[in-house]
């Protein structure tokens, strides 16, 4: 049930959306690229901090309407807040297109969502393999808040671990090259188990971030206790 690794961590392998792809995952788990968050709320803000001065001039690209801890991370990175309208015209996703090349150059970190909250649009293959492109020409950081990825109607929606286990094999990343550079997922019990204050959820991301972000909680952050860590994996 959990691939052969510590519960917590093989619990929450089991939310990937990326079953079919069992060497990805087990790429994934080699990389040590999955770690137990206190819910999404304080990660979402503070990957924002991890990003502070990282490019002259940075913006922050925050979906519209937002989250509050997406503003919290864009405030942190300390760059300009650059609002993307979700309106009806673009299916009330963001049309990253419409954005300045400029302002994607200066980009330091964009946050997202799929399903998006409150209208519950999903963002497809397609869109999603484009925002990784996206991330990776104007290197910015790309954080993907899918607390919503477990409530549906028909079929599951394309996560974008999915969309990262393609782009690695159209574009042959092998080797010591990072399949999520660029990227971090954020998911929780919150909205799947309806368990928002048991504060248990995952991060999985590009290791240098994650790397990074362990450093950051470590010396100023919340740990998730081992009790709700195996509750979270089961």
Same mark, same amino acid.
């Given at each position: 049930k959990h691939l052969g690794i510590a519960p917590p961590q093989g619990g929450f392998f089991l939310w990937l959306k990326v079953d079919d792809d069992i060497e990805f995952v087990k790429r994934l788990m080699a990389e040590q690229a999955v770690k137990a968050v206190p819910g999404t709320r304080e990660p979402l803000h503070l990957l924002g901090h991890l990003v502070t001065a990282s490019k002259p001039n940075a913006a922050a690209l925050? #979906? *519209? &309407?937002?989250?509050? +801890?997406? /503003?919290?991370? +864009?405030?942190?990175?300390?760059?300009? #807040? !650059?609002? $993307?309208?979700?309106? +009806? *015209?673009?299916?009330? $996703? &963001?049309?990253?297109?419409?954005? +300045? &090349?400029?302002?994607?150059? /200066?980009?330091? !970190? $964009?946050? $997202?969502?799929? &399903?998006t909250n409150p209208q519950g649009s999903v963002m497809d293959m397609d869109y999603l393999v484009d925002v990784i492109r996206l991330a990776r020409k104007h290197d910015f950081l790309l954080v993907m808040d899918e607390c919503y990825a477990d409530i549906w109607r028909g079929s599951p929606p394309t996560g974008l671990m999915q969309a990262a286990a393609l782009v690695a094999s159209q574009d042959g990343i092998i080797g010591d090259a990072d399949p999520l550079a660029n990227l971090v997922v954020l998911n929780s019990l919150s909205k799947r188990s309806g368990a928002a204050g048991l504060r248990a959820g995952f991060m999985v991301g590009d290791r240098q971030v994650v790397a990074q972000y362990l450093k950051l909680v470590g010396n100023g952050g919340s740990l998730v206790p081992t009790p709700l860590l195996a509750v979270a994996a089961d």
């Open positions: 925050v #979906t *519209n &309407p937002f989250y509050h +801890a997406w /503003r919290a991370g +864009a405030l942190a990175s300390g760059g300009e #807040t !650059i609002w $993307l309208n979700s309106g +009806a *015209n673009q299916n009330f $996703l &963001p049309d990253l297109h419409a954005v +300045a &090349p400029a302002d994607l150059d /200066r980009a330091s !970190i $964009l946050y $997202l969502c799929s &399903p």
